[in-house]
T-cell receptor
Framework: DAGVIQSPRHEVTEMGQEVTLRCKPI?????LFWYRQTMMRGLELLIY????????DSGMPEDRFSAKMPNASFSTLKIQPSEPRDSAVYFC?????????????FGSGTRLTVV | LAKTTQPISMDSYEGQEVNITCSHN???????ITWYQQFPSQGPRFIIQ???TKVTNEVASLFIPADRKSSTLSLPRVSLSDTAVYYC???????????????FGSGTQLTVLP
C-alpha cells in the first residue's frame, strides 16, 4: 500500500482564493481525519469521518472551512475564501476503527501558504 | 475528553535509554494510549499502543500503571536519528463505533546528542 496520499504537497495562494486539499486514505481504513499543524497551536483536529460520515467537525475554525468524503477512497478539505492565518501544514490521516488497531497513518501533509 | 500533559523537551546522549512520561488523568475505560513520532516536514508516525501494563515492540516499550493515569514511552539505546517530537494520544471507541478524543498534546521534543 502506498500509504495515505495527500495532494498537493505545497500550495501558495493569494488571500481570498479558494483552496482545495485532497486525501486518499489507506484502502480498508474506515476513519479519516484532517489535522492542521502550526507552531503556535500544534496539531489540531479539524474534522473526522467514520465510514464516510462526518462525526465531529467541532474543530473546523469557521464557515470558511468545509470537508467532504464522497466515498471511502477520497476526501477533500476546502477553504473559501482563504486568509493568511490559514497558513499551516494540513495533514490527513486514516485509521481502522474497531478491533485492536487504533494507530493513525498520516500522509506527508500539504504546506499551505496564503499571501 | 482525555487531555494529555508531557514535558516540552528532553535531551539525551547516544546509547542511553530515554523515558518520556505522559499524564492523562481523565482517561476513560475504553481508551487506549498511543504514541507517535514526528520528524520535521513529515507527518506523525505511529510507534506503539497499549491499554495496561507493558507493551513492547521492535522500537519501543510502553509502561502503563494500574490506574492508567499516566504512561511512559521507553526508547532503548537512542541514536541521533531518534531526535524528533514525541506525542502521546489517548483515544478510544464510544458505543456508537465512533472514535473519541483525537487531539494531540503539545508533544516532547527529544534531542539526542553525540
Amino acid at each position: 500500500d502506498a500509504g495515505v496520499i495527500q495532494s498537493p504537497r505545497h500550495e501558495v495562494t493569494e488571500m481570498g482564493q479558494e483552496v482545495t486539499l485532497r486525501c486518499k486514505p489507506i484502502s480498508g481504513h474506515n476513519s479519516l481525519f484532517w489535522y492542521r499543524q502550526t507552531m503556535m497551536r500544534g496539531l489540531e483536529l479539524l474534522i473526522y469521518f467514520n465510514n464516510n460520515v462526518p462525526i465531529d467537525d467541532s474543530g473546523m475554525p469557521e464557515d470558511r472551512f468545509s470537508a467532504k468524503m464522497p466515498n471511502a477512497s477520497f476526501s477533500t478539505l476546502k477553504i473559501q475564501p482563504s486568509e493568511p492565518r490559514d497558513s499551516a501544514v494540513y495533514f490527513c490521516a486514516s485509521s481502522l476503527v474497531g478491533g485492536q488497531q487504533y494507530g493513525y497513518t498520516f500522509g506527508s501533509g500539504t504546506r499551505l501558504t496564503v499571501v | 475528553l482525555a487531555k494529555t500533559t508531557q514535558p516540552i523537551s528532553m535531551d539525551s546522549y547516544e546509547g542511553q535509554e530515554v523515558n518520556i512520561t505522559c499524564s492523562h488523568n481523565n482517561i476513560a475505560t475504553n481508551d487506549y494510549i498511543t504514541w507517535y513520532q514526528q520528524f520535521p516536514s513529515q507527518g506523525p508516525r505511529f510507534i506503539i499502543q497499549g491499554y495496561k501494563t507493558k507493551v513492547t515492540n521492535e522500537v519501543a516499550s510502553l509502561f502503563i500503571p494500574a490506574d492508567r493515569k499516566s504512561s511512559t514511552l521507553s526508547l532503548p539505546r537512542v541514536s541521533l536519528s531518534d531526535t524528533a517530537v514525541y506525542y502521546c494520544l489517548v483515544r478510544g471507541i464510544i458505543s456508537s463505533g465512533s472514535a473519541r478524543q483525537l487531539t494531540f498534546g503539545s508533544g516532547t521534543q527529544l534531542t539526542v546528542l553525540p
